[in-house]
């Protein structure tokens, strides 16, 4: 996207908003971190355009693989909100490279310090359950847990063929992950907030 481009996309997005609340700005497309000066001109841009007493959100989803030390400066000094894509720990089926190599591991390694890096409550865990890892969903959730984050979001992916077998499983992981939120929770220990939940 041309810097043109973005200035009219945000000149937009400035002007047809409502006028009350928050504006929420969002980036989506690949790894958003690849254009990284793009987002920072959006999202100055935008700040620019609104009025001092108006907030304006940012939020965006990443791998955290392409993500620089200034980008992480820059979402700490700029209060932004990272989705950090990863559907459970390092041996987990799903995110891949471009060459098709799991990348699992290397987000899994790559969170904590993430996590110690920017502010609590700024980055959260998105996480797609599959039929393909379905079946170990509820140790999913306790795995991203255990990395340290404190919203894990998840949703099925919805165009999966989801056949009587894996709804089964999903049935029985749901049934898992409520014994384990209550005997953490008998036990005092801190679980992440699960919105989906």
Same mark, same amino acid.
């Given at each position: 996207? %041309?810097?043109?481009?973005?200035?009219?996309?945000? =000149? !937009?997005?400035?002007?047809?908003?409502?006028?009350?609340? %928050?504006?929420?700005?969002?980036?989506?497309?690949? /790894?958003?971190? &690849?254009?990284?000066?793009? $987002?920072?001109?959006?999202?100055?841009?935008?700040?620019?355009?609104?009025?001092?007493?108006? +907030?304006?959100?940012?939020?965006?989803?990443? *791998?955290?693989?392409? $993500?620089? /030390?200034? =980008?992480?400066?820059?979402?700490?000094?700029? =209060?932004?909100? &990272?989705?950090?894509?990863?559907?459970?720990?390092?041996?987990?089926?799903?995110?891949?490279?471009?060459?098709?190599?799991?990348?699992?591991?290397?987000?899994?390694?790559?969170?904590?310090?993430?996590?110690?890096? &920017?502010?609590?409550?700024?980055?959260?865990? +998105? $996480? %797609?359950?599959?039929?393909?890892?379905?079946?170990?969903?509820?140790? *999913?959730?306790?795995?991203?847990?255990?990395?340290?984050?404190?919203?894990?979001?998840?949703?099925?992916?919805?165009?999966?063929?989801?056949?009587?077998?894996?709804?089964?499983? !999903?049935?029985?992981?749901?049934?898992?992950?409520? %014994?384990?939120?209550?005997?953490?929770?008998?036990?005092?220990?801190?679980?992440?907030?699960?919105?989906? !939940?």
């Amino acid at each position: 996207m %041309t810097s043109e481009t973005v200035d009219r996309a945000i =000149d !937009w997005f400035v002007a047809n908003a409502s006028d009350e609340g %928050t504006l929420n700005l969002s980036f989506f497309g690949g /790894e958003p971190f &690849l254009a990284a000066g793009q $987002m920072r001109r959006a999202a100055s841009r935008a700040r620019a355009l609104v009025p001092v007493n108006r +907030r304006v959100g940012i939020v965006t989803p990443t *791998n955290a693989l392409a $993500m620089s /030390e200034a =980008d992480v400066a820059w979402c700490r000094q700029s =209060d932004v909100e &990272l989705a950090v894509s990863v559907d459970g720990g390092p041996d987990t089926p799903g995110r891949r490279f471009s060459d098709g190599g799991s990348a699992a591991r290397a987000i899994a390694e790559a969170v904590p310090e993430l996590l110690r890096a &920017l502010p609590p409550g700024s980055v959260m865990a +998105r $996480m %797609t359950v599959t039929p393909a890892n379905v079946g170990v969903f509820c140790a *999913n959730i306790r795995t991203l847990a255990g990395l340290g984050f404190e919203k894990v979001f998840y949703l099925p992916d919805y165009g999966a063929g989801w056949d009587e077998p894996a709804l089964a499983l !999903w049935r029985r992981e749901h049934e898992r992950l409520v %014994t384990w939120i209550l005997g953490a929770r008998g036990a005092g220990k801190k679980l992440p907030e699960l919105p989906a !939940w």
